[in-house]
């Protein structure tokens, strides 16, 4: 190709490019006639300049469009994370403190390696590199994502399982279970099952309780998923994320309404935590009156002896069982 050649196409591509960042539409013939150059040479520069914008990996591409008769230039929703977006995923994986180093390592060097562009990449490493460092494990020293996709299957499709499970004082027991949610809590996770075969009366403190139990996913030292299969109505199915808004540290209890005053320095962090209350007034002395549906018992306890003299609480009423979470949360074993 001759210099002159190279400068006009060097010409055109550039004409081009401004025309599709402007947001306008190419048209083939149109521009063919402008350069007085072919269509197919026309083709080719829109070729050098999708390939160029494919580069980019900011999710533009030069796309034709129907409508118009003509190219634009538009922006596909990328499908890889921002370099902001890879920072927060570690450091929020960092802090659950959730996984042994041995699963917790490779997944932050796959976020790392496949969503980060090189020129960032150290950046990105340089910024989590303290707190990789001093990564504390779970005591529990256990693996188990493996499990949990397994065991995340058998929710989806239903399926009975048989478990064998430490529970907090040590014992092991076999259930055989119907498993109908996952949930993540307090630096574990969780399975939420119904128990088949068991005298409600003899182990449940509350024999009427429907409510799933809790088991943490880290305990069950071994499960056999089966083919048999369990029903669940829809109208009746466990909502993993309206329980997780309603319980704390993972103990069930009643499901009802708390009503306290709030006198502490930070009542945002208090609403963060308890997702469903909302201020409802102040008291004499101004201090915020807040209300909330939760699971009553330890978990409920626990939080408020967490605050000490900040929280006071006026009252406690029983809450029929709603409907966006028909059951209450029977705690972990």
């Not at 929703?77 to 960092?94: D, G, P, R």
């Not at 949990?148 to 529970?167: D, F, M, P």
């Not at 088949?196 to 009366?201: S, V, W």
């Not at 208090?270 to 409802?280: A, C, F, K, M």
Request: net charge neutral; charged share 30%.
């Amino acid at each position: 190709m001759r210099d002159t050649e190279i400068a006009r196409k060097q010409h055109r591509l550039l004409a081009l490019q401004q025309e599709l960042l402007g947001g306008r539409v190419i048209n083939k013939k149109e521009w063919a006639a402008r350069f007085g150059v072919t269509e197919k040479s026309i083709q080719r520069d829109l070729d050098d300049l999708k390939a160029f914008f494919a580069e980019g990996r900011d999710g533009r591409e030069v796309l034709y469009d129907p409508g118009a008769r003509g190219y634009r230039l538009t922006r596909q929703q990328t499908s890889t994370l921002t370099n902001s977006e890879v920072l927060a995923v570690c450091k929020i994986l960092l802090e659950s403190r959730s996984m042994v180093k041995e699963e917790m390592f490779p997944i932050l060097d796959k976020l790392i390696q496949g969503c980060t562009p090189a020129a960032q990449l150290q950046q990105v490493e340089a910024l989590i590199r303290n707190e990789r460092f001093h990564y504390v494990e779970p005591h529990h020293g256990c693996r188990f994502i493996e499990s949990l996709w397994q065991l995340g299957t058998a929710v989806k499709e239903q399926r009975v399982l048989h478990i064998r499970y430490r529970k907090m004082d040590g014992i092991l027991c076999d259930r055989v279970v119907e498993p109908v949610g996952i949930l993540f809590s307090e630096y574990y996770f969780y399975l939420a099952a119904f128990i088949r075969g068991i005298d409600r009366q003899e182990h449940f403190e509350n024999p009427q309780d429907k409510s799933p139990t809790i088991y943490r996913i880290d305990r069950i030292t071994h499960f056999q998923v089966t083919d048999e299969h369990f029903r669940v109505p829809y109208k009746n199915r466990f909502q993993e994320g309206e329980m997780r808004k309603r319980i704390q540290f993972m103990y069930g209890g009643k499901l009802e309404k708390v009503r306290f005053v709030y006198t502490g320095p930070n009542l945002e962090a208090v609403l963060d935590r308890l997702p469903t209350s909302r201020v409802v007034g102040r008291d004499a002395r101004g201090y915020p009156i807040a209300e909330a549906e939760v699971f009553s018992g330890n978990g409920l306890d626990m939080w408020l002896k967490s605050q000490g003299d900040w929280v006071e609480l006026e009252k406690t009423t029983d809450q029929k069982e709603s409907d966006a979470c028909p059951q209450s949360g029977h705690g972990v074993q």
